[in-house]
């Protein structure tokens, strides 16, 4: 399966409730958006509407927050059968979700959750990636994540987990470079090294977004804050060893006007040069 149609230079913004009103009078300048696929899951009739009206001028791709790929339990087969029909709604050229779980004994902890990087979970992994994908029918990427502990049973780095996943699966990434940052000053790992085991003919797209520092020095992804400089430096050399690929802006929190958020988007455009 290969990526669909979104041009491999294409720049999109995260779709969110606030800018609306500015975008259904302006309707700007932006490649395509993505959404948050449980925040369209839903049979209610505004959200789908509202939906509808942005899919009919941009592409529309999925990310989800709720898959558990590697939670304790087999997949959610209702869960999967309700981002396959979104997908589907909307004609997305590609579906994502994230390597790490998010919940056990039917209990969700409404946040995305690390795991040891070992190679016997390179296969469950590999294998549910592989069904989710047969499933939808489409591309499926996988994010790494921001993490905030680290586990004494790892005997793989980061970034040979997720690669191996990656190949095994015949999956794709989906590379948050902000994630790669604060990962890296959280654990001590070098982000370029990061960088430099990426296959980027697997990569779907990358994510920008803005993150917050605590008073002990740990980093926190709060998608609240400006891309700060190190991480723009960090897209370049991303763009460097691999581009073109499609990349996209995520604001979750205290989310300024669009404007602001468009002219932090066209920052991009300058770190590739």
């Given at each position: 399966?290969?990526?669909?149609?979104?041009?491999?230079?294409?720049?999109?913004?995260?779709?969110?409730?606030?800018?609306?009103?500015?975008?259904?009078?302006?309707?700007?300048?932006?490649?395509?958006?993505?959404?948050?696929?449980?925040?369209?899951?839903?049979?209610?009739?505004?959200?789908?509407?509202?939906?509808?009206?942005?899919?009919?001028?941009?592409?529309?791709?999925?990310?989800?927050?709720?898959?558990?790929?590697?939670?304790?339990?087999?997949?959610?087969?209702?869960?999967?059968?309700?981002?396959?029909?979104?997908?589907?709604?909307?004609?997305?050229?590609?579906?994502?979700?994230?390597?790490?779980?998010?919940?056990a004994h039917g209990m969700s902890h409404h946040d995305l959750l690390p795991t040891p990087y070992v190679s016997e979970l390179v296969e469950v992994a590999a294998?549910?990636?592989?069904?989710?994908?047969?499933?939808?029918?489409?591309?499926?990427?996988?994010?790494?994540?921001?993490?905030?502990?680290?586990?004494?049973?790892?005997?793989?780095?980061?970034?040979?987990?997720?690669?191996?996943?990656?190949?095994?699966?015949?999956?794709?990434?989906?590379?948050?470079?902000?994630?790669?940052?604060?990962?890296?000053?959280?654990?001590?790992?070098?982000?370029?090294?990061?960088?430099?085991?990426?296959?980027?003919?697997?990569?779907?797209?990358?994510?920008?977004?803005g993150h917050a520092a605590e008073p002990a020095g740990n980093l926190v992804d709060t998608h609240s804050r400006p891309v700060c400089d190190q991480v723009w430096?960090?897209?370049?050399?991303?763009?460097?060893?691999?581009g073109p690929f499609p990349t996209l802006l995520e604001w979750d929190d205290e989310i300024p006007e669009m404007p602001t958020v468009l002219a932090e988007l066209?920052?991009?455009?300058?770190?590739?040069?």
């Amino acid at each position: 399966m290969r990526p669909g149609p979104i041009h491999r230079d294409a720049l999109g913004l995260g779709l969110r409730l606030s800018h609306y009103a500015h975008l259904f009078e302006h309707w700007p300048d932006v490649d395509y958006f993505e959404i948050i696929s449980e925040n369209f899951m839903s049979d209610a009739e505004a959200p789908r509407r509202h939906l509808d009206r942005v899919r009919a001028r941009y592409p529309i791709v999925l990310h989800g927050v709720g898959l558990n790929l590697l939670g304790p339990e087999p997949l959610d087969e209702r869960y999967l059968e309700s981002v396959c029909r979104l997908a589907d709604h909307v004609d997305a050229p590609f579906v994502t979700d994230h390597l790490c779980w998010t919940g056990a004994h039917g209990m969700s902890h409404h946040d995305l959750l690390p795991t040891p990087y070992v190679s016997e979970l390179v296969e469950v992994a590999a294998e549910r990636a592989r069904q989710v994908q047969r499933a939808l029918g489409r591309p499926f990427g996988l994010e790494n994540l921001s993490s905030y502990v680290a586990f004494k049973r790892s005997t793989m780095s980061e970034w040979d987990f997720y690669t191996a996943v990656v190949r095994e699966s015949g999956c794709w990434f989906m590379l948050d470079v902000n994630n790669i940052y604060v990962s890296g000053v959280n654990h001590g790992f070098d982000p370029r090294a990061y960088l430099a085991s990426i296959d980027y003919d697997r990569v779907l797209q990358v994510h920008l977004a803005g993150h917050a520092a605590e008073p002990a020095g740990n980093l926190v992804d709060t998608h609240s804050r400006p891309v700060c400089d190190q991480v723009w430096q960090l897209y370049a050399e991303a763009w460097r060893l691999g581009g073109p690929f499609p990349t996209l802006l995520e604001w979750d929190d205290e989310i300024p006007e669009m404007p602001t958020v468009l002219a932090e988007l066209a920052k991009a455009r300058e770190a590739r040069a």
